[in-house]
């Protein structure tokens, strides 16, 4: 498990990038990090694996602080930044070197480079001639060579074409469901719903929102819609439920849809949709937790 307590980070003239953080990531399961670009998640994630320190909290792994691990490539599987991979090296050389440092059989550079499908050929090739999405697959086969429990990626799907993200959800499903923690960090809502078991949303360096994406979906509320909409409105109105009646005739509740819908058969209604706001409500509240950090208007 992954825990991080009262993490602060400051610089300079009293710039907080990680303001008091504190969150979890379980064993088996896995984790979203998200928040816009410049949010304070590559920051929280750099402080987990000792390259920046804590000006206060603490961030473990199975109670141990990342520099206290004696080989820790064995146990946490990092990957940061794809490109900050040595240029002049080959993609075979890069998984070699870490082999040898994590003093683990021949073989595994091998099994590591099938795994990330890449060839023989782009194996042998200098890793400043990869593409951007060939080095993130270089990256997660690097994390990954020590057989670790623990995954930490940053950004992991950048520059990979939409088979290859297809790929490294499936990867990181099997992971997890095999027992492995993974943390997986996004600025891309999308990207991380589909896969992630809990969801943690970073804003100005603070945590905004936090649980699985099942509570996420319940603290959105309800949509729902009835052939008579005025009918579905009297009777949330005379059940005392607040609710928003939308332009297209749908109905927006905070309750769960167990309760709009006995509502509903209470008042012999029948429902034509009865749903969580999920998706557009997801990206909704997302962007409205982390507005003030969007640098980009609507990224997610």
């Not at 998640?41 to 402080?47: G, L, P």
């Not at 970073?202 to 905004?208: A, F, K």
């Not at 749903?275 to 557009?280: T, Y």
Request: charged share 25%; hydrophobic share 40%; no cysteine.
């Amino acid at each position: 498990m992954i825990t991080v307590e009262s993490l602060t980070k400051t610089y300079g003239r009293g710039f907080t990038a990680v303001d008091d953080v504190s969150f979890s990531a379980a064993t088996g399961r896995v984790t979203g990090f998200l928040g816009p670009n410049g949010a304070g998640k590559s920051t929280t994630m750099r402080i987990m694996v000792g390259l920046t320190p804590a000006t206060a909290g603490t961030a473990t792994i199975d109670g141990r602080r990342f520099t206290d691990l004696p080989n820790p490539g064995r146990e946490v599987g990092v990957l940061l930044d794809a490109s900050a991979q040595h240029a002049g090296r080959t993609g075979r050389e890069i998984l070699t070197v870490a082999q040898r440092t994590m003093g683990l059989p021949r073989a595994r550079v091998e099994q590591m480079l099938e795994l990330v499908s890449l060839t023989d050929e782009e194996a042998d090739r200098r890793v400043r001639n990869y593409s951007l999405g060939m080095r993130q697959r270089l990256g997660i086969a690097t994390a990954l060579l020590g057989d670790p429990h623990v995954l930490i990626l940053d950004e992991p799907a950048n520059g990979l074409d939409p088979a290859g993200i297809r790929w490294m959800r499936d990867l990181l499903r099997g992971y997890a469901d095999r027992g492995g923690t993974v943390l997986l960090s996004s600025h891309l809502l999308h990207e991380i719903e589909v896969i992630a078991d809990d969801l943690v949303v970073i804003g100005n360096g603070r945590i905004v929102a936090r649980g699985t994406k099942a509570e996420l979906l319940e603290a959105i509320g309800t949509v729902a819609r009835s052939k008579d909409a005025p009918a579905l409105a009297r009777a949330m109105e005379e059940a005392d439920l607040a609710f928003t009646v939308h332009a297209d005739g749908s109905v927006h509740t905070e309750v769960g849809p167990e309760r709009v819908g006995e509502v509903a058969h209470a008042a012999g209604l029948a429902l034509t949709e009865l749903r969580h706001a999920d998706g557009a409500g997801l990206e909704e509240m997302f962007l409205e937790l982390t507005a003030d950090t969007q640098r980009e208007g609507a990224a997610a």
